[in-house]
C-alpha cells in the first residue's frame, strides 16, 4: 500500500485536528471535538487517530477518528480523566495515564483494560514506548521519571516478589516532566527528559545513571532525540528550540550554556511539541503562537509552514497516511466487513465477563490457516490458535515437538545471553568514555 508523511497537529481547544502532507503542504480532512492535553495525541498503527480529552478537571474521554471521516466515530469514558496516550507500533495496546498517576493499559482489538497500577504520586504527564517496546517509561508532575517492563507488570508471581514494579525510577528533576524521548536498544538505549526545571536529563537505561544534565535558558516543554543521537532538540518557552549535543564537550563560555551547541528560532511562543519525519532530516514543531514549521535540520532552516485552524498547537505528529485511492478502497471494504476502528476501551478491569480470561502477549507472529491482522491479535484469536495446534497431531507428536521446541529455546537464550553480554560491555565502554570526557571537559 503506498503511504504518504502527514503532518497531524491538534489544540488544548476545542479547534479539532488538522492534517497536512510533509511534502507537498497539501491540506487534508479537518477533524472536529477535539482538545487535547500535551502528549495527548497518538496515531494507532497508521489506522486510526485517537485522543484524550480534558474538557474539565472532573471528566475525561478518549476519541478515536478515522481518515477519512471528521467527526468523532468511537467515544471511550474511563474511570478517570486520562492526559498522556502511547501506542506501540503495530497499535496492538494504547497505554493512558491518569491524574491519580495510575497508569492504564488497554488491548487495542477488544478495547480490554488489561492492567492498571499505581504509578506516581501526581498526575502522570507523559509515556512513551521504548523502541523495543518491551519497556513502558513515565513521566509525571511529582517530578519522578520511571522505567516500567511490561514483562513484569503482566508476570502476577515477579509482582508479588519483587518490592517495587518498575525498573529504574529517577527523582532528580524538582518540578514537573514534561516530555520524554528515548533512543535506540531497548533496554540498553539513552533517555532525555525534560522538566519545567529547565534541565534536560539523559539517563542509561542499563546502569541507570545519569549520563548528562544540560541547563536551558528557558523551561523546556519538548523534546526530540536526533536519529543518529548526536544532539537532541529542545522547544522552550521563549520561543526557541535549542540544540544540545550528547557526545561532544561543548565550553560554558557561548551563549546558552554547557552542551548547547545552537538554536532555530521563528516562533513568537512557546515552542510546545517536536517530532521528526520518517528520514530524520525535517523537524516539526508546534507552538502556543498556533503556528506549525518544519525545518531543514541540515541547514537549519524553514521548509514550511502550517497554520493551524485556531488556538494554539499542543501536539504534533508525523505518521504515514494511506494514499487516497487506497483510502477509498479501504472506507468501501470497511462499510462491507466493519469498521477499521476499535470498540470503546474498557472503564474497568475485567469489565465483561468473557474476557476474563484472556491474557495479553506482548509478540504475536500469525501464520495459522485463519487471516488474522498482526496489527490486532486479541486474546481470543490467541486462544483459537492454541486450539488449532492442539487439533493439528496426536498427544504423542505434540510431545516431541514441545521437548524439540524447548531444546530450542534454550540455544537461544544461550545465544542472547552472549550478545547481551557482548552488547552490556560495549556500552558500558562507551558510557564510560563519555563520563570521561565529560569529567574531563568540566576540570578544563
Not at 498482526?374 to 496426536?394: M, N, P
Request: charged fraction near 20%; aromatic fraction near 8%.
Amino acid at each position: 500500500m503506498e503511504v504518504t508523511e502527514v503532518v497531524v497537529a491538534s489544540s488544548p481547544v476545542d479547534a479539532g485536528i488538522s492534517c497536512w502532507d510533509l511534502r507537498s503542504g497539501a491540506e487534508y480532512l479537518h477533524h472536529r471535538s477535539c482538545a487535547s492535553p500535551p502528549h495527548g495525541l497518538v496515531c494507532v498503527a497508521d489506522r486510526f487517530l485517537a485522543s484524550s480529552q480534558l474538557r474539565d478537571s472532573s471528566s475525561g474521554a478518549v476519541f478515536y477518528w478515522s481518515w477519512h471521516k471528521p467527526q468523532v466515530e468511537v467515544k471511550s469514558f474511563p474511570a478517570e480523566p486520562i492526559k498522556p496516550l502511547a501506542a506501540n507500533r503495530e497499535g496492538t495496546y494504547i497505554a493512558g495515564g491518569g491524574l491519580s498517576g495510575d497508569i492504564y493499559f488497554w488491548e487495542v482489538a477488544s478495547g480490554r483494560l488489561l492492567k492498571k497500577w499505581h504509578a506516581h504520586y501526581r498526575a502522570v504527564t507523559c509515556l512513551v514506548f521504548s523502541d523495543d517496546e518491551s519497556l513502558l517509561i513515565s513521566g509525571a508532575e511529582d517530578g519522578c521519571v520511571r522505567v516500567w517492563s511490561l514483562f513484569m507488570i503482566f508476570d502476577d508471581m515477579r509482582r508479588e516478589e519483587a518490592g517495587h514494579l518498575y525498573e529504574h525510577s529517577f527523582s532528580e528533576h524538582t518540578l514537573r516532566v514534561t516530555g520524554i524521548v528515548t533512543g535506540y536498544g531497548g533496554g540498553n538505549a539513552i533517555i532525555v527528559s525534560a522538566s519545567e526545571d529547565r534541565t534536560c536529563k539523559v539517563w542509561s537505561l542499563s546502569t541507570g545513571r545519569l549520563l548528562r544534565n544540560v541547563v536551558f535558558p528557558s523551561i523546556i516543554d519538548a523534546i526530540a532525540l536526533d536519529p543518529g543521537e548526536h544532539v537532541f532538540y529542545a522547544g522552550s518557552r521563549d520561543g526557541k528550540i535549542y540544540i544540545a549535543a550528547l557526545n561532544a564537550v561543548v565550553s560554558s563560555s557561548n551563549s546558552y550554556g554547557m552542551h548547547i551547541i545552537g538554536s532555530l528560532s521563528d516562533h513568537s511562543k512557546a515552542v510546545t511539541c517536536l517530532s521528526f519525519s520518517m528520514d530524520g532530516i525535517l523537524l516539526v514543531s508546534g507552538s502556543e503562537d498556533g503556528m506549525v514549521r518544519v525545518w531543514d535540520t541540515k541547514t537549519r532552516n524553514i521548509f514550511r509552514i502550517f497554520k493551524h485552524g485556531k488556538g494554539p498547537v499542543n501536539n504534533t505528529l508525523v505518521v504515514r497516511r494511506p494514499i487516497e485511492s487506497n483510502l477509498r478502497n479501504s472506507q468501501t471494504s470497511s462499510k462491507k466487513h466493519g469498521s477499521l476502528l476499535s470498540p470503546p476501551l474498557d472503564k474497568y478491569l475485567n469489565s465483561s465477563d468473557e474476557n476474563r480470561d484472556a491474557k495479553a502477549l506482548i509478540v504475536c507472529q500469525p501464520t495459522f490457516s485463519k487471516s488474522v491482522d498482526a496489527s490486532y491479535c486479541s486474546g481470543h484469536i490467541i486462544v483459537d490458535q492454541i486450539k488449532e495446534l492442539q487439533q493439528q497431531g496426536s498427544s504423542a507428536a505434540a510431545e516431541m515437538e514441545m521437548e524439540r521446541l524447548k531444546i530450542d529455546s534454550q540455544k537461544s537464550m544461550q545465544m542472547v545471553q552472549q550478545w547481551k553480554k557482548m552488547y552490556e560491555n560495549l556500552h558500558q565502554f562507551c558510557v564510560n568514555e563519555l563520563l570521561d570526557v565529560d569529567r574531563a571537559g568540566v576540570s578544563n
